[in-house]
């Protein structure tokens, strides 16, 4: 049963870097999972921000800034969300999913504080 | 302009029906690569995926909710119904709908409704 695992919280400071990860759990590879991530503010639903497999097939959502990038470390078998430039507009909530055969999984979100 | 709406009660009793409403506009479910997908979320919990029809009517479930959910789509109304049987207090959450876009096998949620509040309690 695969499962995607994300810290609960993460806190970093206006115009430093932020690395969210996603762990996949469960006995699978992340290398051959592409990794979608959405970003939730309070009140509003989740919006899409990218996906990310390889550095050959990734995409950016519509509109969505440059200092938002995905990546992989297929030692900790996770995918991550790179968010550079922090702005305070980034407070939010973020969530990884993935597809899992035909279903799909969510990860349990991950609370970034820019302070 | 491409929107979506959900609908339905806003308060049920336990082990009642839901029936929740997707009424969506801009884009077409007979267009191939599209589809909608129910998902849901527990006050101050994580998303759940619930459901998903596709343009070519073909269905999909969470494993861990499949014998409660039915899925169907009225691409002339432009309407997605999800009904779930058996209603807990535990499956009070906001339910969103959401517009897949398919495209070489990549499928992702990009549009979104507002959610509407379902509380299970008697």
């Known amino acids: 049963q695969a499962v995607l695992t994300q810290p609960p919280s993460l806190s970093a400071s206006p115009g430093a870097s932020a690395s969210l990860t996603c762990t996949l759990r469960?006995?699978?590879?992340?290398?051959?999972?592409?990794i979608y991530w959405y970003q939730q503010k309070p009140g509003s639903p989740p919006q899409y921000l990218l996906r990310y497999k390889s550095d050959s097939d990734n995409q950016r959502g519509s509109g969505v800034p440059s200092r938002f990038s995905g990546s992989k470390d297929a030692s900790a078998n996770a995918g991550i969300l790179l968010i550079s430039g922090l702005q305070s507009e980034d407070e939010a909530d973020y969530y990884c999913?993935?597809?899992?055969?035909?279903?799909?999984?969510f990860g349990g979100g991950t609370k970034l504080t820019v302070l | 302009q491409i929107t979506l709406k959900e609908s339905g009660p806003p308060l049920v009793k336990p082990t009642q029906t839901l029936t929740l409403t997707c009424t969506f506009s801009?884009?077409?479910?007979?267009?191939?690569?599209?589809?909608v997908a129910w998902i849901r979320q527990p006050p101050g919990k994580a998303l759940e995926w619930l459901a998903l029809?596709?343009?070519?009517?073909?269905?999909r479930y969470s494993p861990s909710l499949n014998s409660r959910l039915t899925i169907t789509k009225d691409a002339s109304k432009n309407q997605v119904v999800l009904t779930m049987t058996n209603m807990d207090p535990v499956d009070t959450a906001t339910y969103y709908c959401?517009?897949?876009?398919?495209?070489?096998?990549?499928?992702?949620?990009?549009?979104w409704g507002q959610g509407t509040l379902v509380t299970v309690s008697s």
């Open positions: 469960g006995g699978v590879s992340v290398v051959t999972y592409r």
């Open positions: 999913m993935t597809w899992h055969g035909s279903a799909v999984l």
């Open positions: 801009g884009f077409s479910l007979s267009t191939s690569g599209v589809g």
């Open positions: 959401a517009r897949t876009w398919c495209s070489g096998g990549r499928c992702y949620f990009d549009y």
């Open positions: 029809t596709y343009w070519d009517d073909d269905k």
